[in-house]
């Protein structure tokens, strides 16, 4: 089983910064992609960023450019830092991470408990 344990958020005024990270543990042999996803209250969940095992990053249109998502494989940890925030960036932040517990095993989603961004002044 993993575990994923998210820090940082909080409050910022717009066009402010901040950043969240996400460390897994627990049983695992590899780890294959890493992401962020956000929920505003009454709104589905969206896929905010990627970032695969190489490092290669993606991004949603509405983040492109002010967040940057980035990954410590030795650390098992996943970051987002956010640059010019909205108000309309205030939500649940969740990680996301694909990961397997042993070379035989396949790879299982698992979700962080969601750390809370909010943009206001």
């Known amino acids: 089983q993993v575990q994923l344990v998210e820090s940082g958020g909080g409050l910022v005024q717009p066009g402010g910064s901040l950043s969240v990270s996400c460390a897994a543990s627990g049983s695992i042999f590899s780890i294959t992609s890493m992401a962020w996803y956000r929920q505003a209250p009454g709104k589905e969940r969206e896929l905010v960023a990627t970032?695969?095992?190489?490092?290669?990053?993606n991004y949603s249109t509405s983040v492109k450019g002010r967040f940057t998502i980035s990954r410590d494989n030795a650390k098992n940890t996943v970051y987002l830092q956010m640059n010019s925030l909205k108000p309309e960036d205030t939500a649940l932040y969740y990680c996301n991470v694909r990961a397997r517990a042993s070379r035989w095993e396949s790879f299982s989603t698992y979700w962080g408990q969601g750390t809370q961004v909010t943009v206001s002044s």
């Open positions: 970032i695969t095992s190489s490092g290669r990053p």
